[in-house]
């Protein structure tokens, strides 16, 4: 529990209201009960805020100033909702420092001393591990692998020979990073798997959803760049490089060898074909099928993507065949 | 083995031939040999009946009486076939109660007398299961989750804080719930991560297969209602809310902010968009992508989807179109 | 380190240059260093080779033969490569023969002297394990599960009751083998899961990616046959049947029932309906959806799948018409 007043100075906001008001919790406009504190970050949500059963809300400072409940008015209102959940002790601790009596750390590992490895985790000889960086349970990290400072590793992930984590990197539960890709050439007797002796880099603040695999490079390195960030049961085959800030959306399929600028948003179930080299700020829609050159500042959509607008008029274009043809069918009719 | 009388009266059937025949096995039509048992659920099979190598049959009681070899008239005949797999002990058994040696088990934890814990597992603080249920090995299970009466929760799950399972909900291998949601704001060095506070809610008979993931809300909860069944590899994001008896197969996604109605029914590597509201008893076809608003009992497809009958006619309309294009061009040719 | 010659040697090669050039490494063309072998497998890669800082190249013998500087010829450059990958010692090691202390495994499973069962594996009853296989860390093996010869179980794999490995299969990190089918039929109070009393086998040489998950069959068997390869998350359901050689890339999801014919290659994210029946050396293009029966030799395209020609005249006609459409609607302006 926090005082409003208390609150509002921690973000650096402006409070109109009285600032001794309990607040207890965070909740959205709808669910939020009587102690809670709620967020309108768009002046379409002033109707349902006017509604709401919360105590106060963390407006957005853009946003008109006749709204008369009690506020705190800031910048980056969900960002400083982030940092009162964070006072308020709502926000998932980080495990105690320490390395539990079932995990396994090789002799030559070198830990921080403030690290936190949990049970049953497994990690190799010459692993290294940097200042509060923290594994879950059942991890397994193989020879060498060089984690930085800040790092949550969550249960079950594996982190194969090769890998690197900058600092404050999230690896998602049983997230798999750096396993060979999937190259094969025929042979004599049937596909031959080609040895992968590349390496993987996520680099800071990269963060990995559950269930993804990067896969490492064949040689060379597949690259994610500062702030990339992925979701859940995504595939980025070996030797890509994906630039800053880009986020690829849930199941997105990157083949191999793809490049991808900074600044991108791919949306969910897209798939990237091998080789693909798309530009910087370029946005594909969701479930599309992207391949080939992309210049930046692109919006694309469908299979084959192409310019979103361009798509758009292809649907239009075929419901009007279809009708067309439908009609034509009927008053064919006997 | 068992008789095939004892079979016939245990699932309630009208049996047609002699009753001391032995039944060993069960099988499909095409695979049986001379002890088992084969289900035939319609009338289309009763040719591929006349010629199997089952010892008997078990029909659906609606299909023609015309049927000559031996065999159990039953009204859910598959249902019944699940009954009779028991009695003959071939489905998979549940592991004895007990907590294994290996497996790390709070004292604040609370488990019924017959819980089964595997190897390997680790039960954190608060934590309180219910009669009968099962944990395998190398399960993670969080502070404070609830699992409730005849659960079954696979290999390597991880069962995230805030998370609960209502009775005789199944969660696959790898499965993640409750893990934060892909909710991200813009910030002064790149994007934020939003703290996800809230809640994942299986309800009673929820299934969820090997490698899926559903997210917990930002606030609130994400839930899946009684019934509700997902295959493999399954995304659901934050804050969804799915009904009673859906169904969502494999590879399907669906973003944050998700209603989909009760009695639906989602194909393999279906999308659905965040914030779509789906109506009841809608079927959405495989590969399909969904967004906005659906009103009840339609049968959806393609991306984006629409009526299956209006995607099929434009599928149609297009052919045609190109095959007249193909020839006007192949008249163009010198 | 090694000496070209001896490299060449090795592998059968013929050499143009000095044999006691020291070679250190392996790398790309482009980012090969001063001690590296980098192969050319084609003779559009002949100019980055001349360009190259690479110490020497391994070169396929089909490619004319004006390239001057020190090179291995041979008919399989890659293959030729992973051997010398080998001999430098650059391939990951096979794990030291031995069971771990932590592993459990159980009085009644038969392994071969020199197999390596790592740190929490859990192996269980009447297991069978063959010469020279090796289970990594976190590997659940349930009752009466057989693996053969020189197999490779990555870390988290869980093979269910009913699974078997020929020789030298390969499972990935967090693959989860021999789960249930997703097959309900209606019942009473909601869908009631049927028992998969069936089985998975993987024949010689088969390859399943990262998270990837086959299930087992409802009765009889999911078959996959020698050198089938799965890339990462992908999904084979109950009773499928893949013919020898055949490849599927991420992401990819099979239904149930499906037959894939021999030396088949399925792109990323494709989606094949249950019962599918799918010929011999077919070609699914990435995303494609695919339903029905498909003769031999066709290369398809699209959801629904058809002749990537005709997929691709369609879109072209789409296009036109778009434009037509899109000129016609300016012309009616104002």
């Known amino acids: 529990m926090a005082k409003l007043g208390e609150l509002s100075a921690a973000v650096g906001g402006k409070l109109l209201g009285p600032p001794g008001t309990d607040i207890t919790g965070v909740s959205s406009l709808l669910e939020a009960g009587s102690g809670d504190l709620a967020p309108v970050d768009t002046d379409k949500y002033l109707g349902l805020a ?18 008369r409940r009690p506020h705190i008015r800031v910048a980056y209102p969900l960002v400083a909702l982030n940092r009162i959940i964070e006072i308020l002790g709502l926000s998932r601790q980080r495990p105690a420092p320490g390395i539990h009596l079932t995990a396994l750390v090789h002799a030559t590992a070198v830990l921080a001393p403030d690290v936190s490895v949990g049970p049953y985790c497994v990690v190799a000889a010459g692993v290294r591990i940097g200042r509060a960086s923290a594994l879950a349970s059942h991890v397994h990290v193989e020879k060498g692998v060089a984690i930085g400072e800040e790092c949550e590793v969550a249960p079950g992930a594996v982190l194969c020979e090769g890998v690197t984590l900058m600092n404050r990197v999230r690896i998602g539960a049983h997230a798999v990073l ?3 890709g999937f190259g094969y050439v025929p042979g ?4 031959v798997h080609l040895h992968h002796v590349g390496r993987v880099l996520l680099e800071d603040d990269v963060h990995i959803g559950a269930g993804s695999a990067v896969d490492r490079a064949r040689y060379g390195v597949t690259r994610l760049s500062r702030h990339v960030k992925l979701d859940n049961l995504v595939q980025v085959g070996h030797n890509c490089v994906i630039g800053e ?3 690829l959306c849930g199941q997105v399929g ?3 060898s793809v490049r991808i600028g900074i600044d991108c948003l791919v949306g969910g179930q897209a798939g990237i074909a091998d080789h693909t080299v798309i530009g910087d700020r370029v946005r594909v829609g969701a479930q599309s099928g992207v391949f080939g050159v992309v210049e930046a500042d692109q919006d694309l959509f469908g299979t084959p993507a192409r310019a979103r607008r361009a798509a758009m008029r292809e649907q239009i274009a075929l419901r009007r065949l279809a009708e067309k043809d439908g009609a034509a069918g009927d008053s064919d009719a006997p």
């Open 178 to 180: 750096g396993r060979p």
């Open 188 to 191: 004599p007797e049937g596909p």
């Open 245 to 247: 800030r880009s986020m």
């Open 254 to 256: 990157v083949a191999g």
């Open 50 to 67: 006017r509604d709401s059963k919360a105590a106060a809300f963390i407006v957005d400072g853009r946003i008109d100033a006749g709204f």
